[in-house]
């Protein structure tokens, strides 16, 4: 049985007696699946039959589409999956110490960007807000810092199901919902699965100035006051300096494969298993898909390739937003440079779950691969790493932080859950060496100063940017 989902034992952290600490049980005791969920969905099953029926088998990235987040039946849109009820835990599940040292990259990119009048936090894929919650926290602490700063939150989350929790843990209120949403019928949400790609190229040809705020589907305050809004799309996020935060948000996304055969490059495909009734099977296309001719790359030396093209577009998007608007973005997750194979994987009650079986009741997962992404991000971003997360959370001073901690802890218990989720968070046979974290940033922030001209030789230089948090090694002197 896996905790996270690169394979830890559940029951190991989870039946340490370290795990009574406070801030712990109020994330880890929340309940964690909607009643009546954990049933088989034999309709997830159906759709998929019906659909390979009529137009044959389908890419993987489809099929993975409509298994996390078809808006009827889909896994992110019904479930509660985090936590040790579910089906696995995340790094902001397990110490709130990873948000808080977030939080304090958030200021530094903010800062060193100058302190914009404006502060957009835009998270996407905020599982249940516990990240979100443990940065404004380090924004209330710092709020000094944030004098005259328009700071406001903006969450990007397909799940119904989590967006309430967000909104629970974030604003203490389920949030106001757009009544259009609310309450619909299953036959309205059918009718919504089928115009949804339709809407998607709608969306992407749409001009974000002239929709002002009307994709927000849910929306309140913090009890500080800050607006927190939610949204199905990056591109329905306002425009404005931001910084954006994906936290195990792209290995959610939907991921083709690929096959080198002797034919040359082929797409993996779902289909019908024929000799196995109600099961499905992967079969490789007998001629270059779509795909298969527009994702491979001709230089490309293994023999089998995942690829993900939705999380390159949204890539492409923060990028744009951030040469036009100023920002940062930090994506942390599990992941490669280029470099691994086949990661497709299935997760349930935390253990790993055959990806093609009862399609809906368990999560799907692949290694992001961040060589992938600093293409997508084009030639105009900068980006740093990856770094695992070991180096990023030590260099943003994580050892420190646990003295501190350790220092004022005087219940045996608790320092024992201290110790214990610093591990799980930075032991390299853990988490610390499967996480990377990964930044885009504006040019201007890693631009050298230019050097002094002419005879102005005396003048002083411009200074140095600063460093980017967590990607060097701060030292002090
Ligand atoms: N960041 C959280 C949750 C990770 S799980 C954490 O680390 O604890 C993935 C999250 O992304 C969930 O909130 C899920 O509902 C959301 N998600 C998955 N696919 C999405 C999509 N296509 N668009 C928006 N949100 C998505």
Redesign the pocket.
Known sequence: MAAFKSKILISGVFSHPAMRWRAFQSRLLCSSSVPGEDKPRPSMLRHLTSKIKSTGPIPVAEYM?EV??NPVTGY??KNN??GPDGDFI????ISQIFGELLGVWVLSEWMAAGRPKQLQLV??????G??ASDILRVFSQLKSVLVGASVSVHL????PV?SLIQAQTLTGTDGQTDTQTDGQTERQTERQTETQTERQTERQTERQTDRGDEMVYRHGQTPEGLPVSWY??LQDVPQGFSIFL????FD??PIHKFQRTTKGWREVLVDIDPERPGQLRFVVAMSPTMASTAFVQSDERRSHIEVCA?GGVIVEQMSRRIIQDGGAALIADYGHDGTKTDTFRGFKGHALHEVLSSPGSADLTADVDFSFLRRAAGAEVSCLGPVTQRSFLKNMGIDSRMQVLLRNCTDESTRKQLISSYDMLTNPAQMGERFHFFSLLHPSRLAKPSPPQGLKLEKKREPAPLPVAGFTELTFT
């Open positions: 589409r996390l987040t992110y849109v999956m985090l995340t790094s902001p599940e998270e996407l894929g905020p599982g249940k516990s990240l990007v989350e397909v799940s989590l199905r799309c994906a936290h195990e948000f959610a996304l939705e």
